[in-house]
């Protein structure tokens, strides 16, 4: 069996971080690929996360916020500014006036989260038999990943095609309008029983409003009740995001916090490059890591998806180490190793843990 299917992780997600300079526009560059989804934050600011992703399109209206229930583009982007274009290597941003703009104010310090999926996609339901409703997006089989839009028909158990072609095991859901909706998160260590919220703290909720109570399967996910998944009237508009594990480039698993300093460890079958745990277990962040504003360990770097506070806001706490094949906790706060607290993670590869080559990784 291959150790891994992705030799360079680059070529599907990489972070960047910037200084602001206060020009507009601005070409943000360095990736090695062109970006389907972006993930954005301001670094040193109390400033909202923002995704835009090549299915809705860039631009003034596109934003939608992971640390906030609001519709899409219910920011002031002219104030604070946008991500205008995806670019062959990055992407061009549009500096607003505000003096914690989103993007690209002087000495300002941001970081932006990148993923490629690539290939169009097209699921005419009527056509295919897959699925209950017509879907659409961007996908990337090799990668496991797919951005995928759909207009909620306001029924329960309606089935949206995926693209994967595996099950995946994490789906990040957003009611983009007009409803003011809460993002809604499946995550296979859970099952579809359960749901947690991206822009909440809260644990994570038995019920079947979300997911209906029906795991994913290779071609489609089930949406519950709830307004939020399905909308409260038909033509409701959706956008979901969804992920499959890929030995050696992507995880979405679980842990057991120990409360200790010598904490849990991780194994994960690469060097993660990005890591965002939540316990869903307590009232707790979503924790954001990754090894572009890390560079060395201890990690102790950190956002919050929930959260607009600045990296400085969140101190030297909830330290791990980064290592060759996974993560370790390095502190007892519970937002990251409480003890007896369930947690899931995302996380994505810096390099496999083994290339398909047989190589070995090194540690850092």
């Not at 595996?166 to 029983?193: F, G």
Request: proline share 3%; hydrophobic share 30%; aromatic share 12%.
């Amino acid at each position: 069996m291959a150790y891994t299917t992705i030799d360079d992780p680059t070529q599907y997600f990489e972070a960047l971080i910037w200084t602001g300079d206060g020009n507009t526009p601005r070409s943000l560059t360095g990736l090695e690929f062109q970006p389907d989804m972006v993930w954005s934050k301001r670094r040193d600011d109390a400033a909202g996360h923002n995704i835009l992703d090549s299915v809705r399109g860039a631009g003034v209206d596109a934003e939608l916020c992971p640390s906030s229930d609001g519709v899409e583009g219910s920011n002031n982007q002219n104030a604070y500014g946008y991500l205008s274009a995806f670019t062959s290597d990055g992407f061009t941003v549009t500096e607003g006036s505000s003096d914690n703009a989103y993007w690209n104010n002087n000495t300002a310090t941001y970081v932006a989260w990148c993923w490629k999926a690539e290939t169009s996609f097209t699921n005419d339901q009527s056509a295919t038999g897959v699925g209950s409703i017509d879907s659409a997006g961007s996908i990337n089989t090799t990668a496991g990943f797919s951005i995928i839009g759909f207009t909620g028909d306001a029924q329960t158990g309606t089935t949206i095609a995926h693209g994967l072609g595996v099950k995946p095991n994490m789906i990040i859901l957003k009611n983009r309008e007009p409803d003011v909706a809460n993002w809604q998160v499946y995550h296979s260590s859970l099952d579809a029983t359960d749901y947690l919220q991206l822009n909440s703290t809260g644990a994570s909720t038995d019920s079947n409003t979300r997911w209906n109570d029906v795991e994913p399967t290779s071609s489609v996910f089930t949406t519950g009740s709830s307004g939020d998944v399905c909308g409260d009237s038909s033509g409701e508009t959706f956008i979901s995001y969804c992920f499959a594990n890929v030995q050696g480039f992507s995880k979405f698993g679980s842990y057991v916090g120990n409360g200790n300093a010598d904490g849990t460890f991780v194994y994960t079958g690469f060097r993660p490059a990005y890591i965002m745990s939540k316990s869903h277990t307590n009232t707790e962040s979503w924790i954001i890591k990754d090894a572009t504003r890390d560079s060395f360990n201890s990690a102790d770097t950190n956002l919050a998806a929930n959260s607009t506070s600045s990296e400085s806001t969140w101190g030297t706490e909830y330290d791990i180490d980064i290592l060759s094949n996974g993560f370790k906790m390095r502190d007892a706060a519970g937002q990251t190793n409480g003890s007896g607290y369930g947690f899931i993670y995302m996380a994505f590869a810096e390099a496999p843990f083994v290339n398909s080559n047989g190589v070995p990784n090194n540690a850092r």
